[in-house]
């Protein structure tokens, strides 16, 4: 698509007047609160993985205009939008993907040095988590909440347990050691259910056509066109993430 339709989403409800802004915002306060993600939304405002831009580096930037490797179309797309600035979400809107394949992408496009590794600790832990990669114990490694030995402190303690036949899992033990806060835990694993979901603007949303930009119907019909290539693209995911864990302690 050659418009970027969730800032033109957006946009378009920030135009809304301000007493409804502030009824909305106000629902929006209360549902964090309930799933426990207002105090992370504060604390990685700058490295919401969401929110990142890919940077390509050279290797990248050669392989979009060459295309030597025969990549699959949706990463060639996906490091175009990237090259354009597009965040992450941005990207999965465009390609109708949900945020976990682009987490899955991100980190094979990683691996391939086709873009470089964020600046920011928790956009590369999160993506490295959701995708598979990263486990729940290097996911808060990576992101500096808590250290290799506190981790193998747990490791040990749970290897005793499930020795005794008790298995836990290692977010309840974090929580029961007071390393990690269980709502941050419960705001985590949302989080990553969450990711599995697509999220689709409707095109109705979208500003009406005023004569320099695609009317509804040619961009239903891209739609359309990226629902097949991201069906082709499934067909092949085993092969790109061969190298991407899909487990969990």
Not at 127 to 144: C, D, P, R, V
Request: glycine share 6%.
């Amino acid at each position: 698509m050659n418009r970027n339709i969730f800032k033109l989403f957006l946009n378009k409800f920030l135009a809304y007047p301000l007493w409804i802004k502030q009824v909305v915002y106000y629902r929006l306060w209360q549902n964090m609160q309930e799933n426990g993600c207002d105090k992370y939304i504060i604390e990685n405002a700058g490295g919401l993985f969401a929110l990142h831009v890919p940077t390509l580096t050279f290797k990248g930037k050669q392989e979009l205009w060459d295309k030597k490797c025969g990549l699959d179309s949706n990463i060639y797309n996906f490091l175009k939008f990237s090259h354009n600035g597009y965040t992450i979400l941005e990207s999965s809107l465009n390609l109708f993907m949900s945020i976990e394949e682009l987490a899955k992408l991100f980190i094979f496009c990683l691996e391939q040095n086709l873009i470089e590794k964020p600046e920011a600790p928790e956009a590369y832990a999160m993506a490295g988590f959701i995708s598979g990669k990263l486990m729940t114990g290097e996911y808060f490694i990576l992101n500096g909440t808590v250290t290799v030995e506190q981790i193998q402190e747990v490791l040990d303690e749970q290897s005793i347990k499930n020795s005794n036949g008790n298995h836990i899992l290692i977010g309840n033990m974090l929580v029961k050691k007071g390393f990690v806060p269980e709502e941050t835990i419960k705001t985590l694993f949302k989080l990553k259910a969450d990711a599995k979901k697509r999220f689709v603007i409707n095109p109705e949303f979208l500003p009406e056509n005023n004569g320099n930009t695609k009317p509804v119907s040619a961009y239903e019909k891209e739609i359309k066109t990226l629902k097949e290539e991201n069906q082709a693209l499934k067909k092949t995911m085993a092969k790109i993430v061969n190298a991407v864990k899909t487990y969990d302690i």
